[in-house]
């Protein structure tokens, strides 16, 4: 069983404050602590579980700039067999069609039964390079995927749909699955394999090395800027005494207690 | 503009019978653009078995395309895919809507890579600026607002957040026409298995009236007792986002949001969550809702009624202190 896993180094977003840079278009980074993408790593911890119980390699492919080799690198410690980082050298902005398209390109020469990518990246939100992607590849898919079950050149998996309902699919392989966030529980690198994983080559691609010299943009971000502000909660101002005093008033006042 | 017609074409979501709220979100829409380019709004309905859905959604449209067959029976993105497909490269339509939904998510990525069109996803408004479409995103778990412009192109393809446009009742009595289907049967590198129904636990947040729901502030599992006591101070129960079920710290029945279960609590606090809109969707209906972020620019700060911008770890204790002062 030979995956190969696509991941993203992105900034931290959920809980930093978040400001937008002079060019309008992007977000001051040097404050941001970045890592891999959230469900990425559950697509990064499946992939090395299913080599475990099934045998056979783990490939990484992340698309970007020198800085996320340390990214890749936590996942060669975690586990993966071998590492692509494709450049973003010379790309420029690129949307969730284009970053498909660049690694369909360097996916398609490989030999692969499985393709696992996160659902979501957490800073553009796009949900879309994964599906692209299979359709590039000719490969059927499945998105929010809870649970992967291989057979013979099948997988018996199960999605995530609204309201705690799961559906169950067959599909055939080889295939790609968009995981989602609490498939598994991703582990953490022991100090050993991470610095065995400092010595592993990482096989850097540029665009003429994949073929692909311009990516296809279809949509540009024109610019970023503060949600309007609706109805804002009212913030209740001082300290933790005066701000739970005040709390506590308005329950009572409200009867909730 | 591009596009025979200029038509709008919405897919009209539906699963077991029920139809998806986003589908009245996305005709809703849909008829205001139509109304912008002196055109048609037309509801894409496939299935089997689903003359009430059609029913529903005529007076919605100036059209509706109903494709038959029991190979559409469960919503299929890969079946879908086929289908829809062969009509919008018959029909051509300006814009295709589809909910940023489950189908949605394994939908319209691929559909728009096969037809060769531009694909915004999530989208929280569509502008005509101009003759040209311009969406509105919400990148950055909804810290900021992306203004985004499609490439030039015939047509272009948009999926839309649910929750995010109102939903209005239609007064149009669309023509409903019978597409036969391209397709015989369910492709068979993807078939539909069964649903697997959500498991039942010890507690129904839905039914109680006072709910402290926890995210990822709460740092560290440990943490939750604290969480448990100002509960217990209120007589709520405890809940959560996502990224406390992913981490196995609560059970999937405690998780508020559109994969969790949709309250609706006299009281909500959201503690240390930062509001994406999947938990938004899920609480925004509750009587009174506090947050209690350190961050001023969370999300959760606009649909909440009350807010304490500091460390939760801070404020907890002595809330619930207060809380018991003045129950006496």
Known sequence: MDIVVCIKRVPETAEAEIKVDSSGKDILKERLTFDINESDNY?????????????GTVTLIS???????????????KGADQAIRVSNEGFGELDGFATAEILKNTIQDLSYDLILTGCMATDDGYSQVGPTLAELLGIPHAVLVTKVDLQDGNARVERELEGGLLEALEIKLPALFAIQTGINEPRYASLIAIRRAAAKEIKVLNAQAIGLERPTLRTRVENLFPPPVGKRAEILKGGAEETSKRLAQIYKSKGII | MGGEMGKIFTLVEHRRGQIHDIS???????????AQLNSEVVALVLGHGTEEVVERVKGEAHQVLWVKG???KEP???AYQIVLSHILKEYNPFLTLIGHTALGMDLAPPLAASLDIPLATDCVGIELEDKRVITIRQPYNGKLNARVSFADAPAF??????????????????????IPSPLEKEPDYRRFVEYIEAAVGEVDITQAD?????????????????????????????????????????????QVGSSGKTVKPKLYMAIGISGAFQHITGMKNADTIVAINKDPNAPIFNVAHYGIVDDLFKVVPVLKKKILELKG
């Open chain 2, 24 to 34: 009245f979100e996305l005709l809703t829409k849909g008829r205001d653009l139509a």
């Open chain 1, 43 to 55: 697509a990064l911890e499946e992939a090395i579980l299913l080599k475990e119980k099934r045998g």
């Open chain 2, 157 to 178: 393809m948009i999926t839309l957040r649910q929750g995010s446009f109102p939903s209005e009742e239609g007064n149009l009595t669309g023509k409903v026409v019978d």
């Open chain 2, 76 to 78: 299929n993105a890969e």
């Open chain 2, 210 to 254: 006072v709910i402290i729901a926890v995210g990822r502030g709460i740092k560290e599992k440990e943490n939750l007792a604290l969480l448990e006591d100002l509960a217990d101070s209120l007589g709520g129960v405890l809940a959560c986002s996502r990224p406390i079920v992913d981490e196995g710290w609560l059970s999937k029945d405690r």
């Open chain 2, 70 to 72: 029991e190979s559409l």
């Open chain 1, 63 to 77: 698309v970007g700039p020198p800085e996320c080799e340390d990214t890749i690198r936590m996942g060669l410690a």
